[in-house]
Structure formats: C-alpha cells, structure tokens
C-alpha cells in the first residue's frame, strides 16, 4: 500500500513539470517580437479571378465544364466550381457543382440535364471576400435521336433484269448507322421486309446499288433506306419499269457551240441502252446531210449518259451536218441532226481595258484579245489620239502577239488634254479594235497659293483644289487664314469667341463670313441660338452661293490664300456628295477614315491617285472606324499630302458659346436644306454621312473651303 501511494505521488509531480514547461513560439515569432510575414492594415482580401474554360463532351443529359482560378485574392478559396441555369447569369444560389479548391484549373461534369434545352453556364470561386464568377457560356444538349433521314435519287441504266439506283443518307438521326441500300417491291411501299440490297460501300452521303434478278417489263417501285439503334428510316418511292426486250439505244444531239474556223464542239446524251451495254458513243458529220459513222466522227467512250465532242480539221466557211450516234449489241442509233457554218477568217476580236494612272503626260491602259480571228496575232496594243476613233495610224503601243491580256503605256502626252484610246490586235486579215476609251491628263495649271496640289471632281465637268487647312479667324486683327497643317484644330478653345478675341476660332454658324449681307447675324464670332438670325441674305430661301456670294466665307480675303476676294467658295451639298459617293478615280479609292497625328478625320484623295503612293485600309467605307489607319504627321506630309491627298479633320461643334470636340466631323455645304437648316457633312465613328439635311444655321461646324480648278 506503502509502494502504491509512492507511485501515485511521483506521477503528479511529472505532471506538474510537462504543463509548465514553457512551449515553443511558432516560427514567424522566433527571435522577434514582430511576425515575419504579419498581416498588416494594408493588405486586402478581394474575390477571386476564375474564368469560364471550354464546354466540351455535349450528350442529351450532361456535359463537361472547364474553369481556371487565375487569382485567389490573397486568401484561400472555401470552394470552387460551376452554375448553370435555364436563365441568363446562373449563380451559386441555383444548380452548381464544385471540385476542389485553390488556384488553377479544373473541370466539373453536369449530369441530369433535359435533352435539346439551351443552359447558361459560369465557373465560379468563393473566398471569405465573396463568390466571383467567369464569363457566362451557353451550350444545348442533344436532341433524342430518331430514325435516319433518307432521300432516293435517280434510277439509272436500266435493262430487262438490272437496273442501278442512288440514294443519300441526310441524317444519321443521332445514332450510328448500322445499314444502308435500297429495297424494291413491284407493290407499293416497298420494305427492307420485302427484297432490298445493303450498301457494300462507306459513304453514306452518295451511294448506288446494284440491282438484279428483276423481271422484264415490270413496274417497280423503290426506296433508299438507312438503320440505326430507333428502326429504320425510308427515302422517298421511285418508280421503274424494267425493258421489255433489247433494242438500239436512244441517243439525242447536242446544240453544236465553240465554232471557230476549224473547229466545233457537240456531243450528246446517251438516254436509254435500249436493253444492252453501250460499246461506243460519239457524234458523226458530214458536208451531206444524215451522217453516219461511215463519216467523220468521234469516240467518246461506252455507257449511258451525256458526252462531249470535238470536231477538228473542218474547213472555214462551210455548212455541216451533225448528229449523234450510240451503239449496242442491236446495231447502231443517231440522234436528230443539227448543222453549223464555220467561221470565215476574220481581224481579231480585242477589248479596250479601262485607263488607270493618269498624270500630266502618261497614262496606263491595255486590252484583251478574245479571238484571234482564226489566225495567228501578229501584234497588239493601244493606239490613241485628240481625235475620236484613233487607228494604228496614230501614236500607238506595241505589247506583244497572240490571244490574251496585255497593259501598255501611254507616254508624251500633254497635260490638261483629252484624248482617246482603243485597243488593238492584227492578224493576216487586218487590225480590229476594242471600244473607245477617253480621258483627260491632269495638271497643266499652277496650284492655286494656299492650296493643296490635287484635283477633286465635284462634278462630270468641274475639278477644284481643296485649301491647305481648315479656315480660321481672329476678330482682333479681323483676318482669314487657312490652318497652318491639315491636321491643325481649334477644339473646345471656341468656346472664348468674341469681337475682340485675339485667338483663332475656326467653328462658325451658317452664312457669318463678316459681310452684311442681310442676316441678323453675319459676324464670325455670332453666337445666337436662333436659327432665324442666320438667314443669308435675310431670307431662309437662298443658298450661300445666291445673290452676291458674300454669305459664302470663301468670298473674304483670305491671308494665306491669295489675299484677294472672292477666289475660294463652300462646296454645293451635291458637290460633296460628288466627291464622296459618285467620282472615279484611277485606282478607285475616294476616301478613307484615319486618325493623322492623334486628330480624327477623313482622307480624300484626288482622282489621279496611285495606291503606290500609301496604302489605306477600308476605302470607300463609310461605317468603318477612324482607328482604321493610323499615321503620323511625317507619314502624312510624305507619302499622302505630297500627292495631292486632303485630311477633313475632326473639329467638332459648337452651341451657342460652348465649343465640343468630341471627335466627330462637322463641316458646312453651302446648300439650304429647309428653314432653319443647311445641308452639311456629318461623319462620326462607324457612320457615314455626307448630305446631312439637320444642320442648325445656329450650330458652329467646320468650314473647308475650295478653289475652282477650270
């Protein structure tokens, strides 16, 4: 008892030493009072980045969901995974599924979904700062399958006991195809019960079947058919009646085509074997009528169906007659007969191309030689003169011989002058030519002072230059002057307009060029915000251009300009949409949306414009973006401005005395539209709007002004 109560005292005091023995620190507080990687105030806990991955292995009832946490948010995630509903943006709070945790990728299988339904699907994440989701993907299960979808295609080479027939399998019907032919009976709605043949091939979709062991002169009927796992699926009935007895093949003649002065092409169509395997088919000819294989004729292989024909070594300018031939075991059948004239040596057949790259003194044309004539082209070119109907007589080219296409260069001609071209081919029977050709060579003048060195057609009969800039003003000097570059703007800075402000404003309402003309207000630095006080010439009838022309800002002296009145004018409403819509141009190209050092615009370039010169995305779109072509201010003065190419920059608008540039191209046509509007140029970011017939005589728009060229 002694020993026992010993013991037990012993084993208090051990215990008593292991619960006050002093335990380690853990390890971010070893050494340190501080923690090595303590959480500070400054570090937050945000919802976690997942993305939606791939929906693959689509069944009628499941599919398979990837997703990829990208990002924790600096905790650890509690569950991740994916929703999905019948509806748009599923969340946790409807069907989900979840597999792990922690950052990367993963996949999740969704089962018991309904066949052919539509879901919408999200990969999702939760940490303790919330659930984050990925983009919502939809996805529709598959359709119950059903029987295979079969047509029934043409019967073919019938005789008394045989006859072949094609079929396609459109669908599967959403199983595998175990078996396809063809079944006949000579009742209706035959079977695979009744005789049928299966399919010794692969493909499905174009199949043909041999059929043997018919009775002669029995109608038949017949289907295609298909099964998979659901049954069997039929194609539509085809209906056949096998030959009563082998006779000699019928066989029809073609239309004869491709007559030249040797040679034709004919052919023919084999349409019944008449009970026997066709031996030989062609077509037969002769200068005497009802030709027959005696004659002339072709070879054209065995078997029904159509064939071709080339008749060779005919002679020019002579009637022959033609007709068609097959052969059997019975003897030989012709078809009608159908007779041609071949053709007489004539000059050569050629075609006048359009004519491109048009400058001062040169030109690009050329043409094409369709037909020789039946001999051999001994040369082609162009020729051209001032005169209509040019020869080869006059100033020409020499491209060459034979049949074909062919570009020739005009050269040494004359600036400012129209001439006429035609192309043309010679052979041993003489020179033909292609249709007339005009066109006028650029240049000849001097580039007006202040204007860029391009011509515009505004019209079918009138060019004009485009000034070098937008035009400005500034009342305190009372001067005009066109922007120092294309590209230059006054912006949101219009807004400090006034008659005595020293700056320069080149947003203006309608008519105010700073002569009294009539209007309420004609000064440039007017800002009313009633249409009435911008009448030209007092009354909302007259365009700009009427009466004397000083509501036109182009009738002041601009300083940059020439210095001199009435030498520049505001585009006609039609004129702009000349210049946009209907000109032709050497290579095509109008005009192009750009942004030209960092400002927004449109492109014109001039009609003799090579595509050499710089090349531009999205011509002629008008619902393009102005992001299309980007270029830089060296770009621009070197390779567009240097050729004669003028930028309509972005300048935006103004109300009242609230300037706007919101990068959109405001500019005035000269054109009244109605009461309290002209027509204007409107072209925003992926719109296109060059008569814009709801401009506010009030509203501040962009003025570019023009110079007639003739």
Known sequence: ??????????GIIALLVITCTKRPLPDVYQQSDTPVNPVTP????????????????????????????????????????VCWSLSQNPNIDGNHASNGTGVGNYTVNITELSSDTMYYVRAYATNTAGTSYGEEVSFRTLNEPTKPVVTTGEVTDITTTTVKISGSVVSDGGATVTEFGVCW??????????????????????????????????????????????????????????NTEVSVPTV?????????????????????????????????WSTDQNPTISDEHTSN???????TSSLTNLSPNTTYYVRAYATNSEGTAYGSQVSFVTKSYSVPTVITHSISNITETSALCGGNVTDNGGMTVTSRGVCWSTSQNPTINDSHTSDGSGLGTFTSDLTG???????????????????????QKTFTTSGGGTVPTGAIDGQFSVSATQQVYFSKGNLRYQASTDTWKFADNQYDIVGESNSYMSSSY????????????????GAVCYQPWSTSTNNSDYYAYGSPTYNLYDQTGKADWGYNQISNGGNTENQWRTLKNAEWIYVFNTRNTNSGIRFAKAVVNGINGVILLPDDWNSSYYGLNNTNSGDSSFNS???????????????????????????GSSAYDNGVCYYWSSSRSNNDCLYGVYIPDDQFYPSDSGCDRMDGRSVRLVKDAN
């Not at 041999?210 to 295609?224: E, H």
């Not at 003649?253 to 026997?276: F, K, L, M, P, W």
């Not at 072509?629 to 608008?653: C, K, M, Y």
Request: net charge negative; aromatic share 8%.
């Open 1 to 10: 008892m002694k020993k026992l109560y010993y013991i037990l005292i012993i």
């Open 42 to 81: 400054n570090d937050t806990i945000t919802k976690a980045t997942v993305v939606t991955g791939d929906v693959t292995d689509i069944t009628m009832t499941s599919v398979l969901v990837s997703g990829t946490v990208t990002d924790d948010g600096g905790d650890t995630l509690t569950e991740r995974g």
């Open 185 to 242: 009976s000579h009742m209706a709605n035959p079977s695979i019960s009744s005789s049928h043949i299966q399919s010794s091939g692969n493909n499905m979709s174009d199949f043909t079947v041999n059929v043997s062991g018919l009775t002669a002169n029995v109608k038949y009927y017949a289907r295609a058919y298909a099964k998979n796992s659901v049954g069997v699926g039929y194609g539509n009935i085809v209906t056949f009646v096998t």
């Open 252 to 284: 029809t003649t073609n239309d004869v085509t491709g007559i030249t002065q040797t040679t034709a092409v004919c052919g023919g169509t084999v349409v019944s074997n008449g009970g026997a395997d066709i031996t030989a088919k062609g077509v037969c």
């Open 301 to 307: 292989g065995e078997g029904n169906g159509a064939f």
């Open 413 to 435: 001609l004359s600036p400012n002058t129209t001439y006429y071209v035609r192309a043309y081919a010679t052979n041993s029977a003489g020179t033909g030519y292609g249709t």
């Open 502 to 517: 020293s700056g320069w404003i080149d947003l203006f309402g309608c008519g105010t060029s700073g002569y009294n003309h």
């Open 629 to 655: 072509n980007v270029i830089s201010s060296s770009q621009w003065t070197s390779n567009l401005e240097a050729h004669g190419a003028v930028f309509l920059p972005a300048g935006g608008w103004r109300g």
